[in-house]
């Protein structure tokens, strides 16, 4: 049976403790993740996770825990960036910024980590190379998974979500046993509205001009590692692999 780390120092903080020990290294891998959504960065993670024992830090986990902590549990940044999310706001960077720096221990972490959904933006890149400089700490590399358009779009508009417990498939590379029903509480399958094909040309033109600043600002600083995402998970991951022995 393989052992999964809660990650509860950072989803919690203040004092939280891992259920697994990092296992000590030299030189802990530490990576961030850069991909559109659809790319199957979710899928890479996981199998880096497993096969390098790191934590992925993804701050999306942070904030859609923060919704369970009881109140005596939750900073006041994190009250602050629930409070922006129930007004269908983004999270200022200020607010990020405190997140992640409540959360120092876990980027000195031995065992090292793979950071998701941080930095998004080149001031946050900024202030997250500044913080780790303070900790003494260094970047190993920032990979960036690409798909082309038609591929993003064909994967995105062919996903189908229940509408009750929220279980994703696919019409062709993961469909339900019984067509239009949920595999697990058998409620009706349908497709988001972001998910049509219109809607995903319009995510990927603003995940492009959103983004494409921060992978020049990597670029520039020689982090960028850039990676196909095109084929099965495993060949993916041994690209991955094989650009980090690199």
């Known amino acids: ?23 000590p290294r030299a030189f802990p891998p530490r990576l961030i993740l850069l991909g559109a959504p659809g790319v199957g960065k979710g899928t890479q993670a996981e199998l880096l996770c497993a096969e390098m024992r790191v934590c992925q830090l993804s701050t999306g986990d942070v904030f859609r825990a923060a919704k369970s902590l009881c109140p005596a549990e939750r900073s006041p940044a994190i009250n602050e960036a629930l409070g922006c999310m ?19 221990h876990c980027l000195r972490c031995r065992g090292g980590f793979l950071l998701d959904g941080f930095p998004r933006t080149v001031p946050q890149a900024e202030a997250l190379t500044e913080l780790l400089a303070q900790e003494h700490l260094r970047l190993e590399a920032v990979l960036n998974y690409t798909l082309p358009l038609a591929i993003l779009v064909r994967r995105l508009s062919g996903r189908r979500t229940c509408a009750d417990c929220q279980a994703v498939f696919h019409v062709s590379s993961r469909p339900p046993h019984v067509a239009d029903r949920c595999d697990h509480c ?13 809607a995903v040309h319009v995510r990927m033109a603003a995940y492009v001009h959103s983004t494409k600043p921060l992978i020049e600002y990597y670029a520039d600083h020689g982090l960028l590692r850039t990676i196909s995402a095109e084929g099965e998970p495993e060949r993916i991951y041994e690209r991955t692999l094989a650009i980090l022995d690199a």
């Not at 007004?87 to 960077?93: F, K, S, T």
């Not at 058998?186 to 219109?198: H, N, S």
């Open 1 to 23: 049976m393989n052992e999964k780390n809660d990650r509860a120092a950072w989803i919690k903080a203040r004092g939280a403790r891992c259920s697994l020990p990092a296992k």
């Open 186 to 198: 058998g409620g009706k399958l349908g497709q988001r509205a972001d998910d049509q094909p219109e």
């Open 86 to 104: 129930e007004c269908g706001e983004l999270v200022p960077d200020e607010i990020v910024l405190t997140l992640i720096r409540e959360r120092t």
